[in-house]
């Protein structure tokens, strides 16, 4: 729990320097699922600099107090206990898209361009800025909510393509305020995650550089529509977190829960989507713990009578 006068001098240091922050939260505004507990505080930078004041803030105020990051919250769960800790929100962070010309001219002679995505830009406007242009390569983005900065986090994609193959390079900040740009060679990827050599601590992704290439606009629109049929099997338009597992080796997560019993299986105001069964979905009024009870015995029920130990593909916070 964090002391009441460090959070009055934060508060007031947050004031000082023109940082929009909140108190006394319900979470369930910030997931997409629609149901959480409630947060302390939350803070909103809306660029490098106001996040590096946060960070800054936080270690002498806090006294180097952990915060918890979430972006679009699309992949993000709250739990119904109480958040005493800071949450840093990138709800309001940097939603910029910058076509980075002179990178454009090495790569090809022009037939590719290089994007530079603030890591507050939803996946969804990058790519409708792509049709607008006729650039392909991310329309696997298709269907994938959220922000780039949380789609880089977790490698997000398909079994198509994900975001790894078309990342150049990313902005980042350390926890000690300190911000670099990595290339892609130091980007180590792998299945819903990413790990970045020489950087042990934690650290804020700012920005991305998604490099696409340059095309028609009915070969775009063909291509979308392959990812389109293909999420139709999904509870688009629900309120859900996504893919709630990561697939176990030699099989889909969500064919593993439906073998085992829980497809359409409900707890509360949450249910197991019928459509794709590793989705739960709230059918209006879910509690945290009624999410937390499916996840718990879908768990319990895989490792039981498959042997199988499924690991959560969502933060769980």
Known sequence: MVDVKMKKNLLNELKNFGIEFLENQDMSFYSSIKAGGRADL?????????????????????????????GGGTNTFFKEERIFAPVISFKKFDASILKISDISKKIEAGSETV?????????????????????GGCEF???????????VRMNAGSKESVIENIVEAIDIITYDGIKSKIAK???????RSIEIDGIEGNYFITAAYLKLYKTSESKVTENIQIFKKRK????????????????????????LIEEIGFKGFSAGGARVSEKHANFIINEGGAKPS??????????????????????TEIKII
Request: hydrophobic residues 40%; positive net charge; aromatic residues 10%.
């Open 290 to 311: 009624d999410i937390m009870f499916l996840i718990k015995n879908i768990e319990e029920k895989a490792l039981i009578s498959r042997g199988i130990k499924l690991n």
């Open 232 to 255: 139709s099997g999904q509870p688009l338009g629900e309120f859900s977190l996504g893919c709630i597992f990561k697939n176990p080796d030699g099989i889909s997560a969500g064919k």
């Open 42 to 70: 939350i803070m909103f930078p809306k660029n490098e600099a106001e996040l590096v004041s946060i960070v800054n803030l936080t270690k002498t105020c806090l006294c180097g107090c952990r915060c918890y990051v979430i």
């Open 115 to 135: 994007l530079r995505a603030g890591a507050g830009v939803s996946t969804s406007k990058i790519l409708n800025y792509a049709i607008k242009h006729n650039f």
């Open 185 to 191: 060679k130091d980007l180590k990827f792998s299945y």
């Open 141 to 151: 983005f298709y269907g994938i909510p959220g922000t780039v900065g949380g789609a």
